[in-house]
């Protein structure tokens, strides 16, 4: 049964900072990856996805990075703004069915102005 | 495009009534998802269709708990009878193919009394 942790389960910086979150799935057999974004009593906005044929993809300040080896992935963003803070949410569609995420709990990110 | 709609965004009840909530995805996507998130259980799929056709319901906590998408452009989850335990947010999402990047609506807020 696939697994996706995230951690840590929160984090605050101040603005400016380069930060990377982490994710980590147990089963390397995935289709593709997805990070979220999601701000408090609201949806989930998508971010980025990685097909498992790719290694990376890039939103603006927001480098997506995947390891299916290791079984990990992690999201860079650059330059962080207080308007970067909300939950930031990893999932994964388990092989064999490209259809299905499993998420993980996400990390809580708080950036100080 | 309008993105995924949901309705109601809030719904209080009193435990034992019928809920439904409705869904609309984006029109020419052939995926539509419901999640279901609490604090504690994170955000969990409950059932998803393709092209219309229930694939994967096992996410679905009990027998008081249905499904059904008549058209392309609607979907329907059902609790009945309704109980405090079903509070919780839910989400629809949709997607197409070859991609399988899933959008979620904004969900709809139930509170059970």
């Known amino acids: 049964k696939q697994e996706v942790t995230q951690i840590p389960a929160a984090l605050s910086v101040p603005e400016g900072e380069n930060l990377v979150l982490n994710c980590s799935f147990t089963?390397?057999?995935?289709?593709?990856l997805q990070w979220f974004r999601q701000d408090p009593g609201k949806g989930l906005t998508s971010l980025l996805l990685?097909?498992?044929?790719?290694r990376e993809q890039t939103s603006g300040r927001l480098n997506a990075s995947l390891d299916k080896s290791s079984g990990r992935s992690t999201l860079y963003i650059a330059a962080s703004q207080p308007g970067d803070s909300a939950t930031y949410l990893c999932a994964v569609s388990p092989g064999g069915g490209a259809q299905k995420l499993v998420f993980g709990q996400g990390t809580r990110l708080t950036i100080n102005p | 495009d309008a993105g995924v709609i949901q309705s109601p965004r809030h719904e209080v009840t009193e435990m034992g009534q019928e809920v439904t909530l409705r869904c609309k995805p984006i029109?020419?996507?052939?995926?539509l998802f419901w999640y279901r998130q609490t604090m504690m259980r994170g955000l969990e799929l409950l059932i998803y269709?393709?092209?219309?056709?229930?694939?994967?319901d096992s996410g679905m906590p009990e027998d008081r708990f249905s499904a059904k998408m008549p058209n392309a452009s609607f979907s329907t989850l059902k609790i009945q009878p309704s109980e405090p335990r079903d509070s919780a947010v839910y989400f629809c999402?949709?997607?197409?193919?070859?991609?399988?990047?899933?959008?979620f609506g904004p969900g709809t807020r139930l509170t059970v009394t």
């Open positions: 999402a949709s997607s197409r193919v070859p991609r399988y990047e899933q959008y």
């Open positions: 029109s020419g996507h052939d995926y």
């Open positions: 269709f393709n092209n219309n056709v229930p694939i994967d």
């Open positions: 990685i097909q498992s044929s790719q």
């Open positions: 089963d390397s057999a995935i289709y593709n």
